[in-house]
């Protein structure tokens, strides 16, 4: 009999979201042992869950949708169109008309699919990509024949083909927070010789990918998410803060 604890393990990513640089990123518990070892911020693919709600679908709904905060959806039964297939609430049951707001406070699924297929899957995408995700799936085919593909509406609820690494999800997130401007990640800004001659300057990759109305409104939902919503643990005491839950496999 072998007798073991479980050590979960966890990544983070602090970023300038003004400038891109990353101040501090962590890929896993422990000390480090060796070189280019398993970095599970920066390499690793997971499914980001609830989080992708926000980059997914309201983020397209609200910059390009005519969508607002205030506009209605409707929380009832749904089915993915053209299947049987029932999109499930973390919740029982369903809450009648809300607001978008509302669905982002509470992270309501029926709410976001909805809102995705009036969007249209393949505006998100396009929207995902200019985002700075790399991993995302146009179209894919196994050895079986079946094929996959990113452009559907689980992607309103984070259900990918490989997942997004924790880097681009913050990078993404820091686009909002940056009033609607991108800047790619970067942690070097130059490397000179001992004389001070550069020998590798980092040239900032940044552009902009949604408008910075959009941007303060997500803000501003995202604030409720932490004041009111699923994420009232994350309340500081000495500033405002606004993020967004998210859970794959049950909790774990």
């Known amino acids: 009999k072998i007798d073991f604890v479980i050590q979960p393990q966890v990544s983070f990513v602090v970023m300038d979201q003004t400038t891109g640089q990353v101040k501090a990123i962590c890929g896993g518990r422990g000390e480090k042992t060796a070189s280019r070892t398993l970095n599970r911020a920066s390499t690793s693919l997971r499914q980001p869950g ?6 997914s679908t309201y983020l397209p709904a609200l910059d390009t949708s ?16 053209g299947t049987k297939r029932l999109v499930r609430n973390w919740y029982r049951g369903y809450r009648g008309t809300v607001t978008i707001r509302k669905a982002i406070a509470d992270s309501m699924n029926v709410i976001a699919v909805k809102t995705l297929e009036q969007v249209t899957p393949k505006v998100a995408y396009d929207y995902l990509l200019n985002l700075g995700f790399t991993s995302l799936v146009e179209s894919y085919t196994d050895a079986s024949g079946k094929i996959y593909s990113d452009i559907s509406l689980p992607m309103a609820l984070g259900g ?9 999800l913050t990078t993404a997130f ?19 010789d001992h004389d001070g001659n550069v020998l590798l300057e980092n040239n900032q990759e940044t552009r902009t990918v949604l408008k910075d109305s ?11 998410v ?19 839950t998210g859970t794959t496999t049950s909790n774990k």
């Open 160 to 168: 990918l083909t490989k997942g997004v690494s924790n880097l681009e």
């Open 226 to 244: 932490v004041t009111s919503g699923t994420g009232t643990s994350c309340q500081l005491d000495n500033m405002p803060v606004a993020g967004k």
């Open 66 to 81: 005519g969508m607002t905060l205030v506009t209605q959806q409707k929380d009832e039964p749904y089915y993915y169109p």
């Open 174 to 192: 820091a686009s909002v927070a940056n009033g609607g401007v991108y800047n790619k990640a970067t942690f070097y800004t130059k490397i000179v």
């Open 50 to 55: 609830s989080t992708y709600k926000i980059l």
């Open 214 to 224: 959009t941007a303060a409104l997500l803000t501003s939902a995202m604030e409720t």
